[in-house]
């Protein structure tokens, strides 16, 4: 493959974006929305496929001298993270285009923009663009939740803006504290540089904690859960599938190559991914609604991801990274099938619903299969990625690692305490006679009876299906997938192949 090809995964959604805006047909917009994150997601099924004989493929735009030059870099972490958020950017525009969001003014542009900085953060091997595809990301993400919300959503979703603002802003300074001590903010001439130099590890250090702060860890999470179930489903969806995950992907790519071993600071990282864990799977507990659950899981995951950085070998960072799109999987299609209960039934507060299990078969089999997948139960994904995390927890000393190991165990069961409360009040319990539309503006609205022929249509679920299908297929092609992962998490630690194809 042609390296300077690679501009192409961030070109292509931002040139869709123009296309739609200029040609306003609603096919095109629908075509577009889910054509385009699918086409990256083939590209980078095939990426992987490259990378197998070329492990790392770089491309410094414009010919400049490298080092200098902005580099698009691809690999087999890359090229995991083009398929499952391509896959998942895809299922979330089928279900906007399902609840008829993709009308909304712009919505399907900014979607594609949305994606085109996603996978521009990706790609760069170079600190300031990073910033600079990260605000490309953030910028329609502020129009998107004012264009689907409602007055409610958009006040909270001032929470939303406000972080992410205050957070860029330390993300830039930070990235020039980076460039003032070591004089180069490319990743290749900063390799290592992070174990050999006090001056670039305190100005890492500060580049990781803004990233950290924009993936939703402890104890900076209290955005996540507060501003993320303001959104429409469809968008929360898509936001968690994309925001949090690429700055969890930053903060795995920027630290190995920085760093390239156990950072002398660890421990601090061992107290934020235990508490992360063990804080977002206590606290889904304590909420009454659907939505807010999994974004409390949401911030468990994230402690669960980040353990691959804390032990750094290869099996860890494997783990991870397969943890990483298990997760972006799962959550996606549990977001997708709450979306699509809220849409029919008007509410996802356990209060309002019930007896799902008999009504809902399908959306009940689906939803369990997610759950377990969360908790790390057969026949899903969670567990070669629970499997997987508990294996690479188990090679540092022996105390880290039962700290690491009781931490993966506890959250697995107080996660398992709290989803079970879901299943029972809104799957389990006595069957609904009456439900009511949860509209923010209204207030509670009147009760109706609830008739038979209330069901929630399969285009709305189909999305969620999808997803579904394929955490399951991740558990039946383990043996196939998780080499993938370990490929990509020896590409983290072999920096040999990186640093020759950026700098040449």
């Not at 995950?245 to 235990?274: N, Q, S």
Request: aromatic share 10%.
């Amino acid at each position: 493959m042609n390296a300077a090809n690679l501009a192409l995964f961030a070109a292509l959604p931002l040139l869709a974006a123009g296309l739609t805006v200029v040609v306003r047909h609603p096919l095109l917009d629908r075509v577009l929305l889910v054509g385009v994150p699918l086409a990256v997601a083939a590209g980078g099924a095939w990426l992987i496929g490259v990378h197998q004989s070329t492990p790392v493929l770089a491309h410094n735009v414009a010919g400049f001298v490298p080092g200098v030059a902005i580099p698009f870099v691809s690999d087999t972490v890359t090229a995991m993270m083009f398929v499952v958020t391509g896959l998942t950017t895809a299922m979330c525009g089928w279900f906007l285009v399902a609840t008829g969001e993709d009308r909304y003014r712009f919505v399907p542009p900014l979607a594609l923009m949305l994606m085109a900085g996603v996978n521009g953060a990706l790609m760069t091997g170079d600190l300031f663009n990073l910033f600079v595809f990260v605000e490309v990301m953030l910028l329609p993400s502020y129009a998107l939740i004012a264009v689907t919300g409602t007055w409610r959503r958009l006040g909270i979703g001032r929470v939303f803006i406000l972080v992410n603002l205050l957070t860029s802003t330390f993300l830039l300074i930070s990235v020039g504290f980076v460039y003032g001590v070591a004089g180069s903010v490319n990743l290749a001439v900063l390799q290592g540089r992070a174990a050999e130099d006090p001056r670039v590890a305190m100005a890492i250090i500060t580049v990781l904690l803004a990233l950290t702060i924009k993936a939703g860890a402890v104890p900076v999470h209290g955005w996540l859960p507060t501003s993320y179930p303001a959104t429409s489903a469809g968008m929360m969806a898509l936001f968690s599938g994309l925001h949090t995950k690429v700055a969890l992907y930053a903060v795995y790519r920027i630290y190995a190559t920085t760093f390239g071993e156990v950072a002398p600071w660890v421990w601090v990282l061992i107290v934020v991914v235990v508490a992360t864990m063990l804080v977002g799977a206590i606290c889904t507990a304590g909420v009454s609604r659907i939505r807010p659950a999994m974004a409390f899981q949401m911030v468990s995951g994230v402690g669960h991801i980040l353990l691959g950085l804390v032990v750094f070998t290869t099996d860890a960072l494997a783990a991870g990274l397969f943890y990483l799109a298990h997760h972006v999987i799962t959550m996606g299609a549990l977001l997708l099938l709450t979306g699509a209960l809220e849409q029919t039934y008007g509410s996802g507060r356990y209060d309002r619903l019930g007896g799902l299990m008999r009504r809902e078969r399908w959306i009940a089999v689906a939803f369990t299969l997610g759950l377990f997948s969360l908790v790390g139960l057969p026949p899903t994904s969670g567990l070669w990625g629970k499997v997987g995390l508990v294996v690479g927890a188990s090679q540092p000393p022996a105390a880290v690692a039962a700290v690491l190991i009781g931490a993966i165990i506890l959250a697995s069961l107080a996660s398992l305490m709290a989803l079970q409360r879901l299943w029972e009040q809104v799957f389990w319990g006595p069957p609904m006679e009456r439900y009511a539309p949860d509209d923010p503006l209204a207030g509670r609205a009147p009760l109706v009876a609830l008739t038979d022929d209330v069901r929630v249509p399969t285009s709305l679920a189909a999305p969620g299906y999808v997803l579904i299908v394929v955490s399951v297929l991740m558990f039946v092609f383990g043996g196939v997938l998780y080499p993938i992962a370990q490929s990509a998490g020896l590409a983290l630690t072999d920096l040999a192949p990186y640093v020759q194809a950026v700098l040449g």
